[in-house]
């Protein structure tokens, strides 16, 4: 009788465990349901409007004048468009050390001051994000014209004679860039370095590491997913500049944005498309690269937290 | 992001390369600039500090209203075409008392332009007049770009009735298929508009000169006259701007061909390679290759160049505003934008009485007196003041100076000009 009650017991048990279990993984699937009746109308946005028009434009790069890939060899063969992506690469890259040397030491700073200096110093770093690029890039050719602050300043302390030609130079397009990109490397900087344990560098320190050493063999290696994901965001911006480069560069500063839109002037937009199809697989590519490296969880895991 | 969107929107401001957008100042727009910023961070601090102060909630509140009421006033006054325009006093504008039965009508037409001071003026010149007397409602839109017509008409999705374009631009679409409307000229006053002015898919209108100018203050004893002296760098030094290959704008081969020997009525057809071996030799002089007109009316105006090869009505807008400039005009080249409609434009009838009635002798001398470009009806002559009429560029003593751009060599030859361009800049 007892053997029974018990047997019953344990069959109730594991059926109403059973049962339990199958709740849960009706109520998770519902959950999910949710989640994705929530992310629908993104996800049908970013089709229509984003996914529809990108396929169409690689489908045209392929598909006109003929079915062929011309266009792609056309571009391959002349040398002038291999040279513009070459200057567009080289000027992202430099634009993306230059942020990061300068964008890093300030993203330490913020990470390491009590909340309300920090939220002051990113209000800092955000007043100039929130000001559109063409304002920020006139801001600099006052500053850097012939007759602009900083030739006046260096005339009139004697240092120069004659104004030093600093706008429409690839110096002025550095400058301008940096500045206007700087937040896109602290930022996510920022967001890594708050969640380090600070705990832990103050351990390396208590265990005798130099300042040097903790930085290099704790707070670097901890701040990495912020730099990948710094660098990315940088240096994919970057690859698409048009405006800046235009305005405030020389005669050889040409970005390959600029190439398309002519181009499309031209009424070449098969080959116009073939080449922003090139740019959007070397983005995806150096998204590719840095995923292989550092995982993209980590990358944009980390930022989120 | 923000920078995609503003990517997008520079991309369009891009396409407007005729002449006579509004000459922006750059002060002004610096000190709009310069109050936004100012105001963005009043609030940033607000936010950053919370709301419990009150004082800098009051500070804020006063200089962003202030700074708003401020720039609204020298906007509207610099940007009304009269300040841009030459003459200092307004003159009285003829007024427009009738139109023929024919060109009247009801509904609306869409019209696209250059935006700006120059639209303003259309709007004082033509709409007003127009929608007076024709009973048409001009509902305009501003950034005219054949690209957009050719992506509209493929798909059918046609958004402008009307639009001005640059006559090389219509003549290239021409060529991709049946994008443009046949103008219907048994509306047209075409007793007294030349016939070189007129094209089966579009009308000419609004010439205008695209020539040097120089700091006046740069060059004070000799004066730089003709491209030969653009071209010596030795007697008139120091920087220069001219237009390049990239936004939607074409290299002055002109002036490159003329600088190198050839006389006016030899220019046409032009030698390409010829005319870079020319531009190759003011190379390192031209600090800026500029792909949109304010550029080289700015950069004359900020000294950063000291001379520039530049449109008329943009040089025009910086006189006025005291900047110490003059036109060479010698040498110079005379273009001309053109009205078209796009293939299957909704409004098709009233976008042919809207080109009827602007291109009638008053409404084209009204938009001369607001502007300093030129006229298409050989009638308005008669009814602008003589002392304007003089500095315009279709004024005889002027017009004489100049070589008439070749629109047709443009349009043949544009492609093979660009793929050159590219190449020769970089090397």
């Known amino acids: 009788m007892a053997e029974s009650t018990a047997s019953v017991s344990i069959a109730d048990q594991t059926e109403s465990a059973g049962r339990n279990r199958a709740t849960l993984a009706r109520l998770r699937r519902e959950v999910q349901l949710r989640y994705i009746a929530v992310v629908i109308p993104l996800i049908l946005y970013l089709l229509f409007f984003y996914a529809y028009p990108v396929i169409a434009m690689l489908f045209r790069s392929v598909s006109e004048p003929t079915w062929s890939l011309t266009n792609y060899s056309h571009l391959v063969q002349t040398n002038v468009y291999v040279h513009v992506m070459w200057i567009t690469v080289w000027i992202s890259i430099v634009v993306t050390i230059c942020t990061l040397i300068l964008g890093y030491p300030v993203a330490y700073l913020i990470s390491s001051v009590t909340t309300t200096k920090s939220n002051l110093l990113i209000v800092l770093v955000l007043v100039p994000f929130w000001t559109s690029i063409l304002v920020r890039t006139y801001a600099w050719m006052v500053l850097l014209g012939r007759q602009g602050i900083i030739n006046e300043l260096l005339q009139s302390l004697g240092i120069i004679d004659q104004p030093l030609r600093l706008l429409n130079t690839r110096f002025a397009v550095y400058v301008s860039m940096v500045h206007i990109l700087l937040p896109f490397m602290i930022l996510p900087l920022y967001s890594v370095m708050r969640g380090i344990d600070r705990s832990v560098l103050r351990a390396a320190e208590g265990l005798g590491a130099r300042p040097s050493a903790v930085f290099r063999q704790v707070m670097l290696p901890l701040s990495l997913p912020g730099v990948a994901a710094g660098c990315l965001l940088v240096f994919i911006l970057s690859l698409g500049f048009y405006i800046t480069p235009a305005l405030v560069g020389g005669p050889k500063d040409l970005m390959i944005s600029v190439l398309i839109a002519q181009q499309v002037d031209l009424f070449n937009w098969a080959f116009a498309s073939a080449l922003a199809a090139v740019l959007l697989v070397g983005a995806l590519l150096i998204f590719v690269i840095f995923n292989r490296i550092l995982g993209v969880e980590k990358i944009f895991g980390e930022v989120r937290s | 992001m923000d920078h995609d969107e503003f990517f997008l929107r520079f991309l369009l401001s891009q396409q407007h390369v005729s002449p006579h957008a509004a000459a922006y100042n750059r002060r002004q727009f610096l000190r709009r600039a310069f109050q936004l910023g100012i105001g963005a961070s009043a609030l940033a601090f607000l936010a950053a500090c919370g709301s419990s102060d009150n004082t800098p909630t009051a500070a804020t509140g006063g200089s962003s209203s202030g700074g708003t009421s401020s720039s609204g006033t020298t906007s509207s006054g610099s940007a009304s075409p009269a300040a841009n325009s030459a003459t200092p006093a307004p003159v009285k504008l003829p007024d427009v008392t009738s139109i023929p039965e024919n060109l009247k009508g009801k509904g609306e037409v869409r019209v696209v332009s250059y935006g700006g001071a120059f639209q303003d003026a259309q709007r004082k010149a033509y709409f007003e007049p127009f929608e007076k007397l024709s009973g048409i409602k001009v509902i305009d839109s501003e950034g005219p770009d054949t690209a957009k017509v050719k992506a509209m008409v493929d798909t059918k999705n046609v958004e402008w009735d009307i639009g001005e374009f640059d006559r090389g631009d219509v003549i290239n679409l021409e060529k991709k298929g049946d994008y443009w409307e046949e103008i219907d000229y048994s509306l047209v006053d075409t007793a007294n508009i030349d016939k070189a002015f007129q094209y089966k898919y579009s009308l000419d209108m609004l010439p205008y000169a695209q020539m040097y100018a ?64 020319s531009l190759s030799k003011v190379k390192d002089d031209v600090v800026k290759w500029w792909d949109a007109g304010a550029i080289p009316a700015q950069m004359l105006n900020d000294k950063e160049a000291v001379l520039a090869t530049a449109w008329n009505g943009r040089i025009a807008a910086i006189q006025a505003t005291g900047a110490p400039v003059e036109i060479a005009w010698d040498q110079g080249q005379l273009l001309k934008d053109a009205w078209a409609v796009p293939k299957g434009a909704p409004n098709k009838e009233n976008a042919m009485k809207f080109i009827a009635f602007i291109t009638m002798a008053i409404p084209q001398a009204r938009l001369s007196m607001l502007i300093p470009y030129g006229f298409v009806n050989n009638k308005s002559a008669d009814l602008i003041p003589a002392d304007l009429l003089k500095t315009l560029p279709t004024a005889p003593d002027i017009k004489s100076k100049l070589l008439i751009h070749d629109s047709q060599w443009w349009a043949d030859n544009r492609d093979q000009v660009l793929e050159k361009w590219n190449s020769w800049i970089l090397g």
């Open chain 2, 214 to 277: 120089f700091r006046t203050d740069v060059f004070k004893d000799a004066k730089p006259s003709g491209w030969a002296d653009f071209w010596d760098t030795k007697k008139f030094p120091g920087p220069r701007t001219m237009p390049g290959g990239t936004g939607g704008i074409t290299p002055d081969l002109e002036s490159a061909t003329i600088a190198s020997g050839v006389a006016l009525d030899k220019v046409y057809p032009i030698d390409i390679d010829k005319a870079y071996d």
